[in-house]
């Protein structure tokens, strides 16, 4: 499908709502699906508000962040997924695919909110480099189909938690994800709505009783089996919550070893 030609934003009406015509540069606002939206006038730090019901085409961001309010920014591609941050009990979606390379930056996304959800309704492929989930504190989720783990996936970030839903693709890929957790973050990898399997390597990293895996679906609240299917290395203790299951398919590497990758 062919993309609809670019709404510019401005903000200049003041009230932060894409619906409201006088925030756009031509004076009208996007309601087509397929719109291309440009927000590369945004420099500094800037709330939005989604509150049109329709799905975006590309999505250019500028060098500040905008933190998205509302259940209705939803796009096919994002040109930077750095610069967004989800508001608490908000939504942004990925309409599509999303890859990560680190050697454009660190982070999926900078940050999302307790209760809020930043969504890859396609794959999400980690490539270039050590990638952090989000850069700022916030305890929402990242729902993906799968990921495809080319370069090493931290399960989080120090100074954050951070929640995972994996959809049934799971996780592939040629490299391994670290599951950290210690006295200032946990880690929470869910099932969304299914089973899954992560078929890399899982280094485990715990130097407090912090979950690392939960069993439970965040999507359906039912109990779901999440596969182990290449092992893991015990840096620390796997610990698992939740109503399901975790399956281990191979033995894991002696305490402090790193041979099962």
Not at 3 to 8: K, N, P, R
Not at 61 to 83: L, Y
Not at 99 to 113: C, F, I, L, R
Not at 169 to 178: A, L
Request: charged share 15%.
């Amino acid at each position: 499908d062919m993309e609809l030609a670019g709404f510019v934003w401005t903000g200049l009406a003041g009230d932060g709502k894409m619906s409201t015509a006088g925030n756009w540069l031509n004076g009208v606002a996007p309601t087509a699906a397929g719109t291309a939206i440009d927000f590369s006038s945004v420099i500094s730090a800037t709330n939005v508000i989604g509150d049109i019901d329709v799905t975006f085409g590309t999505v250019t961001m500028g060098s500040g962040v905008i933190t998205f309010t509302g259940d209705k920014m939803r796009a096919a591609s994002f040109s930077n997924t750095r610069k967004i941050a989800v508001d608490a009990d908000s939504t942004v979606l990925v309409a599509g695919d999303l890859t990560v390379d680190y050697a454009e930056g660190d982070g999926v996304v900078s940050k999302v909110d307790a209760g809020g959800t930043f969504v890859v309704d396609g794959i999400l492929t980690i490539t270039g480099g050590s990638v952090h989930p989000v850069l700022e504190v916030g305890d929402g989720f990242i729902v993906v189909g799968g990921i495809v783990v080319d370069s090493t996936l931290y399960s989080t970030k120090d100074v954050t938690t951070q929640k995972w839903a994996i959809g049934p693709s799971g996780i592939t890929g040629q490299n391994y994800i670290w599951c950290l957790a210690n006295s200032a973050n946990d880690c929470w990898i869910h099932p969304y709505t299914n089973d899954f399997t992560i078929a890399v390597s899982t280094v485990v990293r715990s130097s407090i009783d912090h979950h690392e895996l939960n069993t439970t679906g965040s999507g359906d609240s039912l109990p779901h089996t999440i596969t182990l299917d290449s092992g893991f290395a015990d840096n620390g203790k796997l610990y698992i919550a939740g109503t399901g299951k975790v399956v281990v398919n191979s033995v894991p590497a002696a305490a402090g070893g790193k041979s099962a990758y």
